[in-house]
């Protein structure tokens, strides 16, 4: 018996099991009862008289009595007494390692698992622990390689033309900058020279037109004298009248020529120059612009071509790196141990050889044993009575007769709510429990059974949680009252842990409680609690010397 149990004072009241217990258990004596008959059978006295009396007084009440409990437990009595009441959380969860390397499948799509090396085996850095299948990889990489041929020749094509229209931009250009400046020249030459040229030599046409009418005017006169004195034939006379008349018809074609250059050509000339002159500087900018869109297509093709070839050769390290990644080798030194991850709908996918996986899924890994953790799940009604730095107290399964030391280090601040396809409703928190450094070497994956300590209270009222029901919201308990039946009294309850409750209100130290009643006493229990007594569904625990305090 503990401590805490050498307290408690068992009575047996009347009409209990007990004294059914006592009376059947008078045939283990059967042989001294029948010697002590026959003596008396040869010897009658007083005593025999008696002996029948009492056996027939028992076998009456027997006959009389009534029912047992439904339980068919015994009435028992407990004293209530001030005790030390230790508040412990149990939880179940599963050892991890709080540092471990995991190994993921890095191939795109699924691929076979090929060799796995056992689980719980011990590997050095570098060693081959998992060999994927290569197949679909290498074909990609040779389709990839192949692409990659005519995607090289088609980059240097692409590069060859956009060099070739380059220089014939260049080219074009040069040809456009000639014929401009070549149309400048022309328009100045015009304008400086050929125009001054054309003008001077008009007027020196009419000027000559001119003094070649003086003359033949002159020389028309004096023949005309000469005639008139039979000096000259009348035929010579005739003639110095046409030259005079043909050198008149000189002088108005001079005098016109000059005045249709002047109106006319020199204005059509000018015109011309100028508009050969501009057509050669808007041709340019046409090249130019032709030049810069050719250039630009090229150059687009030519970046196209290098970006595809990029593109193809970025496949191809892909492909190489996965077909690199098919072997997986240890990146430190530990032992194996297979990542199988629990399904929704309770199966599990074993980590194996034969098996497929996907990208990115958790193959196995290398924990390190030298510290390790306990991963609980805490239901939502819990959590507020854990909190980071309680003390815990953890027995694993596969280590008898040890108990492991730790504390909370981790509480989850969102619920997790993986398992809530079983319950709606349900939702719980994930909480690390970390264990003290130990001499026994603890393996990953184990059973935890983790004590939390939440409290400890010093010096309060506690009774067994079996002696007490509940009703209408309210608790009670049933006082001895050393007859059949207990008196049903409301008590207001404050933390509890697997084996008492601390009862705050209702009863005093001293005060015995039934452990166990029966169904008639189960009816005495009232309807709706006393209000003077009515109560918060839950108290939050009261520490040693403080007051109890309302949850929430």
Not at 25 to 53: C, F, N, W, Y
Not at 67 to 92: W, Y
Not at 383 to 388: F, H, L, R
Request: glycine share 6%; hydrophobic share 40%.
């Amino acid at each position: 018996m503990t401590s805490a149990q050498t307290d408690i004072s068992m009575r047996t009241p009347k009409g209990s099991l007990a004294d059914t217990s006592a009376t059947t258990a008078a045939p283990l004596h059967e042989p001294a009862r029948g010697s002590m008959l026959s003596s008396m059978r040869r010897k009658p006295s007083l005593g025999l008289i008696i002996l029948v009396t009492g056996l027939a007084i028992v076998v009456t009440f027997w006959l009389t009595r009534d029912p047992a409990p439904v339980n068919g437990d015994s009435p028992t009595a407990f004293v209530v007494e001030p005790r030390d009441l230790p508040i412990v959380l149990q939880e179940k969860g599963e050892l991890k390692a709080k540092n471990s390397v995991e190994i993921k499948c890095e191939i795109e799509g699924r691929t076979r698992i090929l060799f796995l090396v056992p689980e719980g085996s011990v590997v050095k850095k570098g060693d081959l622990l998992v060999e994927l299948a290569s197949d679909q990889i290498e074909e990609k990489l040779r389709a990839e390689r192949l692409k990659e041929t005519a995607a090289i020749a088609a980059s240097e094509a692409a590069t060859k033309e956009y060099e070739i229209q380059l220089d014939q931009n260049a080219s074009d250009i040069r040809k456009g900058e000639l014929a401009v400046r070549i149309a400048e020249l022309n328009k100045n030459k015009y304008e400086e020279g050929d125009w001054e040229q054309a003008k001077q030599e008009a007027r020196l046409n009419l000027e000559r037109a001119q003094e070649e009418l003086r003359r033949a005017t002159e020389k028309l006169a004096d023949s005309e004298k000469l005639a008139a004195k039979n000096f000259i034939s009348q035929l010579d006379l005739d003639d110095d009248k046409f030259r005079a008349y043909e050198a008149q018809i000189s002088l108005q074609k001079a005098e016109l020529a000059l005045e249709i250059l002047q109106k006319y050509t020199h204005e059509v000339d000018r015109a011309r120059v100028e508009s050969d002159w501009e057509e050669a500087k808007k041709e340019l900018e046409r090249i130019r612009k032709s030049a810069d869109a050719n250039e630009a297509k090229k150059k687009a093709n030519k970046e196209g071509k290098q970006t595809e070839l990029d593109y193809i050769q970025q496949e191809i390290k892909k492909y190489e790196g996965q077909l690199a990644n098919c072997k997986i080798y240890a990146p430190s030194a530990g032992f194996v141990v297979y990542y199988n991850e629990d399904h929704r709908w309770g199966g599990e996918t074993q980590i194996r050889e034969g098996v497929e996986v996907h990208e990115r899924q958790s193959i196995l890994t290398i924990p390190d044993p030298a510290v390790m953790t306990a991963i609980l799940r805490i239901h939502e009604a819990k959590v507020d009575k854990v909190q980071v730095g309680q003390k815990a107290l953890v027995e694993v399964e596969g280590v008898p007769g040890e108990t492991f030391t730790g504390q909370i280090t981790k509480i989850a601040r969102l619920a997790d709510s993986r398992n809530r396809w079983l319950n709606q409703d349900l939702k719980e928190y994930e909480t690390e429990v970390t264990l003290d450094p130990a001499e026994v070497e603890l393996k990953p994956g184990a059973t935890a059974r983790v004590q939390i300590m939440v409290d400890h209270l010093e010096d309060v009222l506690a009774v067994p949680v079996q002696s007490i029901y509940s009703k209408a919201g309210q608790s009670f308990v049933f006082l001895d009252k050393g007859d059949d039946y207990g008196e049903p009294v409301p008590v207001r309850l404050g933390a509890s842990n697997a084996e008492y409750v601390e009862v705050r209100e209702g009863l005093k130290s001293g005060t015995a409680v039934l452990l166990a009643i029966s169904e008639e006493m189960k009816r005495l229990i009232p309807d709706v609690a006393p209000p003077e007594l009515e109560m918060p569904a839950r108290l939050e625990p009261r520490r040693a010397g403080g007051p109890a305090v309302p949850a929430g």
